[in-house]
């Protein structure tokens, strides 16, 4: 029901304001944090736009998601400064400590998702991650889990560490 309801105001001012197919994507990403495939079909069948027009835009821009993502994120700089530096072993124990099988990128009770980037421009503090919106730079493996276990009050982190 209550997702009918975001659909539909969402469909509602894709016709009224002439929107775009990005925009409407966007506004699908906002209300759900990524974009739900089904979601994808139901605009396929309201606005009879195939679904590989919508999918073909999704897949184009970075900024489009089509799994969930955690509450926090951790971005680990993998550029060639941060490289040199460490950062796929940063990398490695992160996913480690959050216990990330193969594939995952998140975490299964949604509250971390572990991303990389290529050079974020703060070289000279190689090697680079940040956490949410801090850049914690000059780090290592032992800082970062110490940065995770700050998390240790938020409910289900706990296990992790
Ligand atoms: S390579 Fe990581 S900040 Fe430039």
């Not at 975001?6 to 759900?32: C, F, P, S, T, W």
């Not at 736009?49 to 799994?67: C, D, E, H, Q, V």
């Not at 040199?84 to 940063?90: L, Q, W």
Request: proline share 3%.
């Amino acid at each position: 029901m209550e997702q009918d309801k975001i659909l539909l105001k969402i469909l509602r001012d894709h016709r009224e304001n002439n929107r775009n197919l990005i925009h409407l994507l966007e506004k699908i990403q906002d209300a759900y944090g990524y974009i739900p495939e089904d979601t994808v079909y139901w605009f396929s069948g309201k606005l009879d736009i195939p679904a590989s027009k919508f999918y073909g835009i999704i897949t184009f821009y970075p900024k489009f998601r089509l799994n969930p993502t955690g509450k926090n994120t951790i971005t680990v700089c993998c550029g060639a400064a941060c490289h040199i530096k460490g950062a796929d072993k940063i990398l490695e124990k992160i996913r480690e400590t959050l216990s990330l099988k193969d594939e995952e990128d998140t975490t299964s009770n949604l509250l971390f998702t572990v991303q990389q980037a290529t050079c974020i421009g703060a070289c000279s503090i190689a090697p680079v991650v940040i956490l949410n919106d801090q850049v914690h730079g000059n780090t290592d493996s032992d800082k970062v889990v110490k940065l995770l276990k700050g998390f240790e009050k938020e409910d289900e982190f706990i296990g992790y560490i």
